[in-house]
């Protein structure tokens, strides 16, 4: 079973706003903060950790196409879980992937939105 994921980040403030607020929808709450980072945890065991990237490694840009993390999925409960997501995001003005073929990008029985977080990490809330 997954513990944890910690991702280092290139602007702790924008990413804390972006996640604490985007993930309250499916019951993710602050667990923890300090100055260089903060923990969100929706009552289960794995939690996710953001860390302020520091000076020495910031110039490593991130791409989800490289070597490392492609992207986070989420499995939400139903389909209007997913939309009531895509609002807050287009509220926003979060960039939604593959809006064009919103909610069915990854098929015509897969049911979800595809989304960036601030450091372009890319981001999926798929119905179950």
């Known amino acids: 079973m997954l513990h944890h994921v910690e991702i280092y980040v290139s602007n702790l403030s924008a990413t804390k706003t972006f996640w604490a607020e985007l993930l309250s929808h ?3 709450k ?3 903060s300090w100055d260089e ?3 969100l945890r929706n009552g289960r065991d794995a939690y996710l950790t953001f860390v302020q990237v520091s000076e020495k490694y910031a110039s490593h840009q991130y791409h989800r196409c ?3 993390l492609n992207h986070l999925a989420f499995k939400v409960k139903g ?3 997913v939309d009531t997501l895509r609002k ?3 509220d926003r003005g979060i960039v939604c992937l593959y809006d064009d073929r919103y909610p069915f990008a990854n098929g015509k029985d897969y049911y979800a939105l595809f ?3 601030p450091d372009r990490i ?3 809330f798929v119905a179950v």
């Open 26 to 28: 499916i019951g993710y």
């Open 30 to 32: 602050l667990a923890g």
């Open 37 to 39: 980072g903060f923990t």
């Open 66 to 68: 490289g070597v490392g």
């Open 79 to 81: 389909r209007e879980l």
């Open 88 to 90: 807050h995001c287009k």
């Open 115 to 117: 989304i960036e977080d």
């Open 122 to 124: 890319k981001v999926e």
